[in-house]
């Protein structure tokens, strides 16, 4: 089966530029997941969606991160206006259910470099 | 609240040595442990989890860990290295539905 698939693999901004980020998921999942992973940390959880509605968005900057997911399938992830410390690998996941039994299988992500 | 420590950030080996890769998580509740493998320019690959049971977990590509419930502790570890298992790996726990990882451990197999 295909995996997730995430686009573009390498974004270089300014700061205060915006940019947007798209992720598609392995077919039939319902839960999608966007971390972000900055040099020397582990992943950390920005927003969980469950088909087309939100289960947790507690740790997404909300001034100046969103993130929408249609139709309960693609997802799209935006920065405006990006910050020198938004700098990092943005991860998509996608897992058959909520609950953390079901394994998440994550994209390559997208490094975004902000100068 | 729960927090996952990796106690060493990086870890020099030589093929076809043993490693172990350790990991400390605090909790108030049980929980379920995670080890995930990131090779480079690649996203996280499950490669064992612990959810009741056995408290030896067996994994992918030869790993294993074990869950010491008194120690707060998941090690994972490997008998026998390869070259191809350079990468990092994240210890990860869940509070809820979602994963809190670990900073990482830098593998690092020399031949």
């Known amino acids: 089966e295909a995996g997730v698939a995430q686009s573009p693999r390498y974004k270089i901004i300014e700061k205060r530029q915006s940019v947007a980020f798209w992720c598609n998921p392995i077919?039939?999942?319902?839960?999608l997941y966007w971390y972000q992973q900055i040099l020397g940390q582990g992943p950390k959880l920005l927003i969980q969606f469950q088909n087309n509605g939100v289960v947790d968005d507690s740790q997404l900057p909300k001034d100046r991160f969103s993130a929408e997911r249609l139709k309960g399938v693609d997802s799209t992830l935006k920065i405006q206006p990006a910050k020198l410390e938004d700098s990092a690998v943005y991860l998509c996941a996608s897992s058959l259910g909520s609950p953390v039994v079901y394994e998440q299988y994550f994209g390559p992500g997208t490094r975004l470099t902000v100068t | 609240a729960q927090s996952v420590t990796q106690l060493d950030s990086q870890v020099p080996v030589f093929e076809e040595a043993p490693v172990e890769l350790r990991c400390n998580y605090s909790s108030s509740v049980s929980v379920y442990l995670f080890w995930y493998v990131q090779y480079p320019n690649q996203g996280l690959q499950l490669l064992l989890k612990?959810?009741?049971?056995?408290?030896l977990v067996k994994g992918i590509n030869g790993f294993e860990a074990e869950f010491n419930k008194s120690q707060t502790s998941f090690h994972l570890r490997k008998p026998s290295v390869h070259i191809s298992d350079t990468a990092e790996y994240f210890c990860a726990v869940n509070p809820g539905n979602k994963l809190i990882f670990g900073a990482g451990t830098r593998l690092a197999v020399h031949p």
């Open positions: 077919s039939g999942h319902a839960t």
């Open positions: 612990y959810l009741s049971g056995s408290t």
